[in-house]
């Protein structure tokens, strides 16, 4: 069983700047995929950035440009860097990983 421990979110105006971490808990043994996922009020949740065992990236065409994702094998962490945020990207923020772990979600609120 692995457990995501997520940190960062918060509330920031139009323009600024946030960071969200994932660290995984647990016997992990090589580099996985994972990514970040979001998910707003009455909306299903989506894909908003995914880092691949080979190192390459996706990222939704909504956030291309003003998010960066990056994982670290030896600390067992991926982060979101996410700049000139939109009132647009106020969602839930989950991490995924290993096994169809998931983090305990982490709120990011973008409004002057």
């Known amino acids: 069983q692995i457990l995501l421990e997520q940190s960062g979110g918060g509330l920031v105006q139009p323009g600024g700047s946030l960071r969200l971490s994932c660290r995984a808990l647990?016997?992990?043994?090589?580099?996985?995929?994972m990514a970040w996922y979001r998910q707003a009020p009455g909306k299903e949740r989506e894909l908003v950035a995914k880092?691949?065992?080979?190192?390459?990236?996706n990222y939704a065409d909504s956030v291309k440009g003003r998010f960066t994702i990056s994982g670290v094998y030896a600390n067992n962490t991926v982060t979101l860097q996410m700049d000139s945020l939109k009132p647009e990207d106020t969602a839930v923020y989950y991490c995924?990983?290993?096994?169809?772990?998931w983090g305990q979600g982490t709120q990011v609120t973008v409004s002057s």
């Open positions: 995924w990983g290993p096994r169809n772990s």
């Open positions: 880092v691949n065992e080979d190192g390459s990236t």
């Open positions: 647990g016997n992990i043994f090589r580099i996985f995929t």
